[in-house]
């Protein structure tokens, strides 16, 4: 069973900027769409931006120019860069993979419709 695991969460100020990481219990041989989504108390989960395996790029409109999502090959993970942060943005941050498969030493595992836990963002002053 994979999980993803995200990280980077915390308090930042209004204007300020946080880094998400999303991160699979294995190494990443490829995936389908891995995207960010996001939840703020009493709302419903919406998309914040995603990410294709190709390195195509979506954002929701009103993070774009904001945020930037980005695959780090070198820690493995699924980044967002969250900049200019809004008191609107404080949410739960979710990360989730449509499609996602792990290399292991003998063989691939190939995985759909994966959510992580969670991390929280709040902006404030």
């Known amino acids: 069973q994979v999980q993803l695991v995200e990280s980077g969460g915390g308090l930042a100020q209004p204007g300020g900027s946080l880094r998400l990481s999303c991160r699979a219990s294995?190494?990443?041989?490829?995936?389908?769409?891995i995207s960010w989504h996001r939840q703020a108390p009493g709302y419903q989960r919406e998309l914040v931006a995603s990410?294709?395996?190709?390195?195509?790029?979506n954002y929701v409109d009103d993070v774009k120019g904001r945020f930037i999502i980005s695959r780090d090959l070198a820690k493995d993970t699924i980044d967002l860069q969250m900049d200019s942060l809004k008191p609107e943005d404080s949410a739960v941050y979710y990360c989730?993979?449509?499609?996602?498969?792990?290399?292991?030493?003998?063989?691939?595992?190939?995985?759909?419709?994966?959510w992580g836990q969670g991390t929280l963002v709040t902006v404030s002053s």
């Open positions: 990410i294709t395996g190709g390195g195509r790029t």
């Open positions: 989730y993979a449509s499609t996602i498969i792990l290399k292991s030493a003998m063989a691939f595992h190939k995985y759909q419709g994966v």
């Open positions: 294995g190494r990443i041989d490829s995936f389908g769409t």
